[in-house]
């Protein structure tokens, strides 16, 4: 495929607010999860929570205004992206320009704020609870198109941890088909109690903060993020730019991953096919590293049957945390701030490097010049996603 450039991106994670703030993180070794209480009366754990998500939207927004929307309201606010969707919409047209954002529960916590708000005595939901507008899983896309006054396709993803990696790969179909000009992309998700209980029900968060790749790791850490790129076909070359991407389905279970990881496989062969760049031309692998005995040790089998144990890879979750559905946006930013700042980051919070995993896990911070990097995110049920990000040719 002809390489789509990334005009402009922005990320605000448990790190803080835009690309500056992660990438002083990233740089420093320092951790967004703290420990404690999402909300008071729930478990204790380390969370990747975003500060300041109590003000409500703007009066004009106030029907939209749920968790989930006053995060993506906070993201697009960063980097000067608005103004750059602004000179986009000026250039293209708001008709055409499209929008494909990631989500894995969209605004399910406004849901559950409304449960506990319900008429006792016949179980209806006040009336403040807006579906169409705070739970549904269309909710982050059609709130994004809104705030930037776009008019073009607009589509959700919710193929849980892989969403945001594959709204990528949907805008590149979307451009290829003329669908559109070009594209806004992104994902959002924010902290819920159905979320973390439901991974807690599966054993598979952690106690402890994560430590992917870790001999003594025990699960995950759940965090929120938003983040967004401008995907622009006719943008200059100079920035980081998506070379090829690669799905697969493999359906192996519903949340257990295929031990030799050939769903994984798939996905990272298709991204460099569709590239037409070698495995040996990769100079860094963002893993989906969990953080959990399953995940970390298929991966680390698919990465190797794929690319030998020589390319340097680590998991970026022990800063941000698993941010689910988008985790595949946030981990795309760090791809790319990795191509321009020339780093590659640690595997944080790893104290003792499983000896199961043979891949090349980075345990100390690398300032090298990176011309690719791919990132990789993998789903429930098998839903895999790969990008490879570079420098144009």
Not at 210 to 225: F, H, M, Q, V, Y
Not at 240 to 260: C, F, K, N, Q, V
Not at 273 to 301: C, K, S
Request: charged share 15%; glycine share 12%; proline share 4%.
């Amino acid at each position: 495929m002809k390489p789509l450039a990334i005009s402009h991106y922005t990320v605000t994670t448990a790190c803080g607010r835009g690309k500056a703030a992660l990438l002083d993180a990233l740089r420093s070794g320092r951790s967004g999860l703290r420990h404690g209480q999402f909300e008071a009366g729930a478990m204790d754990g380390w969370f990747g929570a975003v500060d300041a998500l109590d003000q409500p939207l703007a009066p004009e927004h106030a029907a939209w205004d749920c968790r989930v929307n006053r995060l993506l309201a906070a993201a697009l606010q960063q980097d000067g992206f608005i103004p750059a969707v602004a000179a986009l919409r000026q250039r293209y047209g708001a008709a055409r320009i499209g929008v494909f954002v990631g989500t894995s529960t969209s605004g399910v916590q406004q849901a559950e704020l409304a449960y506990r708000d319900r008429d006792r005595s016949g179980g209806r939901l006040p009336d403040w609870f807006d579906y169409s507008r705070s739970q549904s899983i269309h909710v982050p896309a059609e709130f994004a198109r809104l705030l930037l006054g776009l008019g073009g396709c607009c589509m959700s993803i919710s193929t849980a941890c892989s969403s945001s990696a594959k709204v990528f790969a949907a805008a590149a179909r979307a451009i290829r088909a003329g669908l559109c000009d070009a594209a806004v992309v992104g994902g959002v998700d924010s902290l819920c109690l159905t979320t973390l209980y439901g991974f807690n029900s599966l054993q598979l968060v952690s106690a402890d903060i994560c430590r992917p790749a870790d001999l003594r790791r025990k699960g995950i850490s759940i965090g929120e993020a938003g983040g967004f790129a401008i995907v622009d076909p006719a943008a200059s070359a100079d920035g980081p730019a998506l070379l090829g991407y690669g799905e697969s389905g493999d359906a192996h279970h519903m949340s257990t991953p295929d031990p030799e990881g050939r769903g994984a496989q798939a996905a990272m062969q298709a991204a460099l096919a569709r590239a037409g760049v070698a495995p040996a031309a990769v100079d860094y692998i963002n893993l989906h590293g969990t953080a959990t005995q399953a995940n970390d040790l298929a991966e680390d089998r698919a990465v190797c049957a794929v690319f030998g144990d020589a390319v340097p890879c680590s998991s970026t979750k022990g800063w941000s945390g698993h941010t689910l559905g988008a985790a595949g946006m946030v981990e795309a930013a760090i791809a790319m701030l990795c191509i321009e700042h020339g780093l590659i980051p640690q595997s944080l919070n790893t104290l003792d490097l499983d000896p199961q995993l043979r891949g090349a896990v980075v345990r100390q911070a690398l300032h090298t010049r990176v011309d690719r990097v791919l990132s990789n995110s993998f789903g429930f049920g098998g839903s895999n996603c790969s990008l490879l990000f570079g420098r144009p040719a």
